[in-house]
């Protein structure tokens, strides 16, 4: 199978508990990176919503413990923080943000310390101490102190209406409402009011506060579809799934004020995509991972209200912890000036040190024999000379442009103006302009020569297509009737005979959906229904299921599971434990037996599904590369399959290998047992999940590509 994409977008301090040293952010400092320690990682849920019993203490790598609707719990002596000699405060951070630089006593120092780090600044500031001792002082001190303290003045008025608008951005903020059980009852509150521990309820189109633990929504199987445009840009909306258990008993406001469930989970970390943890409720737990957190700054969308259990507030969210310390940037224009200064700065104490040596000269050839020229003072020629040094400093110290900063400062806040105004840069849909948030770093825009993108989807529309495939050694997708005869004029497959189809899906071989509708190649049925099945999209249906609307996590399968649905294989409902579809008019329900995701390592997803007879099928695409090493010795279909892969990619079309295998009853129910101790590993999880999914994929057999 092959498609032709457009673009392609996919899902991604104190203690960083990941085995790998390698940090998700470049904020990250040397002595943050150096405190790092080993923990856990991300692990797929079972996706029926198994549980295993026990309650256990909190095991190595899971130290952060948080309980629901109890304050007390998190005030106990283990849930300290040495702050200073004896004194302690809660691990927990408060909800309420802070990104300015300044407050009303640093201001001065820390900005003054941030200016005299500038070379001319600095030598301003040493020139007006040698023009304060008399010896060597040949201006007035205030002919120096006057223009130095106006650059300073200017530069500290720029950064202090920056600092004010941050210090306003975070009142905005941290003064946003949400609800929260308060008394046993949602009460209004805000945002810097929320704490570790509570229970809120979030509103359609609303922010996320802090790293809340998903319990329930008003959807179906309590999903939550949210955006991260806030987080890592992406437009398009990806869902979030609560466990079963809490769906099922958490959706009355009496159950979430009653609701004393244990968090256990990894200490507070920058990467966005992982999460490890156990909830531990009604002496059982339940495996936690980041399809079950619903992250600061995503925003509720297409689900009218949800609840969540705040694990991370404040400065202990993932977004937060990204962001890193506010530091003070430098531009290369920055680097510049300061490179021309010491430059210049060379150039006069060369100069100063020859108009030095040749007064000394002076002073020993004419300067003593006349006694018209004497000064007065019985001084030496050497001494005379290091006088006059300091001298030629002073009087030079023009050659220095102090000017030149408050000139680079009045551009840049001349160059923001521009970028707010520009009428190319106005989004007429949401009525949104540019915004220029600093007047530090806009020169920037204009010295870029390379533009390096993850993802051809960041600079284009985000749009894949399903284009060819080949199914059983035969290829498919060029413009042929159907008895498979090349056409010379394109015409489009009527797909009007599917009530489903949704009327935007483009195909052009006539052949392979006459050999689908009669039912000869069994093949061809198997490669629509593995479409149809092996998937995380989710469905919104209106009219009963007249009209059906996917939501996908990423366009790749968004595009092949609208192909099966035009073909007739329509994917109509899912839930924890199953999955619904019509394959040509037959409605099916599969029972999902365990869900292994895809992950950029694996580069591979798989589904391991029950029928109606008792069979059970693993069904499981990704890339060629890591397929093809899992292949059973005997695969018919090798040589012809990797042919048409080579063919697809010769044609810049993006390729996907597509493969099943049975499995027997007893081999399930033993790998079962090993993929739910390892689901609830809360040391190298994901490591762990790697073996046991390496011990059910094998020996597959290929069927498309």
């Known amino acids: 199978m092959s498609s032709e994409r457009d673009s392609e977008t996919t899902l991604d301090e104190d203690w960083q508990p990941n085995d790998e040293e390698v940090p998700y952010s470049d904020e990250e400092t040397e002595e943050e990176l150096g405190s790092r320690q080993p923990a856990g990682e991300l692990a797929p849920r079972p996706a029926n919503g198994h549980a295993r019993h026990g309650c256990r203490a909190p095991p190595r790598g899971c130290s952060w413990q948080v309980k629901a609707n109890d304050g007390h719990f ?398 059983g050694g035969h290829r498919y997708g060029d413009c042929r009737d159907a008895a498979g005869q090349p056409q010379s004029q394109p015409e489009q497959v009527d797909f009007s005979w599917n009530e489903h189809a949704d009327g935007k899906f483009l195909f052009y071989d006539h052949c392979l959906l006459e050999r689908l509708r009669s039912g000869q190649l069994p093949e061809l049925q198997h490669f629509f229904l593995l479409l149809a099945v092996c998937h995380t999209v989710m469905v919104d249906t209106c009219d009963g299921e007249r009209h059906l609307s996917y939501q996908a996590a990423s366009p790749d399968e968004g595009a092949l599971v609208t ?15 199953s999955i619904t579809v019509s394959q040509l008019g037959l409605r099916s329900t599969y029972q999902v037996l365990a869900m292994l995701d895809f992950t950029s390592d694996r580069k591979r997803m798989s589904v391991i599904l029950r029928g109606a007879d008792g069979s059970i099928r693993l069904y499981c695409k990704g890339a060629d590369t890591v397929i093809y090493e899992r292949l059973h010795p005997c695969n018919p279909q090798r040589e012809a399959t990797q042919e048409a892969l080579d063919v697809f990619a010769s044609e810049t079309l993006r390729t996907l290998c597509l493969c099943y295998r049975d499995i027997s009853q007893g081999e399930f129910e033993a790998w079962h047992r090993r993929f739910l101790d390892a689901s609830l590993a809360t040391c190298q999880r994901e490591q762990a999940l790697d073996r046991v999914y390496e011990e059910i994929e094998k020996d597959l057999i290929v069927s498309a590509a």
């Open 74 to 471: 998190h005030l106990q002596p283990q849930c300290q923080r040495r702050a200073f000699l004896c004194l302690s405060r809660s691990k927990y951070a408060g909800n309420a943000i802070q990104t300015y630089k300044y407050n009303l006593i640093t201001f001065l120092p820390l900005n003054l310390w941030e200016q005299f780090k500038r070379a001319a600044n600095f030598y301003f500031l040493v020139l007006l101490i040698l023009q304060s001792i008399p010896q060597i002082s040949t201006l007035a001190w205030y002919t120096t102190l006057v223009p130095l303290l106006l650059v300073l003045g200017i530069t500290a008025l720029k950064d202090l209406l920056d600092d004010i608008a941050r210090h306003r951005m975070d009142r905005e903020v941290n003064n946003r409402s949400c609800e929260v059980i308060r008394d046993g009852r949602f009460k209004g509150s805000k945002w810097q009011d929320v704490r570790v521990g509570d229970i809120i309820r979030l509103r359609k189109n609303s922010f996320v506060p802090a790293d809340v633990l998903l319990l329930s929504s008003s959807e179906p199987n309590s999903l939550c579809y949210v955006e991260t445009a806030e987080l890592d840009g992406e437009t398009n909306l990806k869902f979030k799934m609560a466990l079963e258990v809490t769906h099922r008993h958490l959706q009355e406001e009496a159950a979430m004020a009653a609701f004393d469930g244990l968090v256990e989970c990894e200490e507070p970390n920058n990467r966005l995509d992982k999460f490890t943890g156990t909830l531990a409720w009604r002496h059982r737990s339940y495996p936690l991972d980041a399809n079950k957190v619903l992250l600061r700054g995503c925003r509720i969308r297409n689900t009218e209200f949800c609840h969540g259990m705040v694990i991370y507030a404040g400065a202990d969210t993932k977004v937060m912890r990204n962001s890193g310390r506010t530091r003070f940037k430098r531009t290369k224009i920055d680097s510049l000036m300061n490179y021309m200064v010491y430059t210049i700065f060379v150039v006069l104490l060369l100069l100063s040190a020859g108009l030095a040596l040749g007064h000394t000269y002076w002073q020993q050839q004419v300067g003593n024999a006349s006694w018209h020229l004497s000064d007065g003072q019985d001084c030496s020629p050497a001494y005379c000379g290091f006088l006059t040094f300091w001298g030629y400093l002073i009087v030079l110290n023009t050659m220095v442009p102090i000017s030149l900063y408050v000139s680079v400062e009045v551009i840049r806040w001349g160059q923001s103006c521009f970028i707010n105004w520009d009428l190319q840069m106005y989004h007429p849909e949401t009525g949104t302009g540019a915004k220029a948030r600093t007047t530090t770093l806009n020169e920037q825009l204009g010295q870029i020569r390379y533009v390096f993108s993850d993802k051809t989807g960041t600079l284009t529309q985000n749009v894949l297509a399903f284009k060819k495939c080949c199914i």
């Open 563 to 577: 192909a099966a649905r035009n073909f007739g294989y329509v994917f109509l409902a899912r839930s924890q434990s």
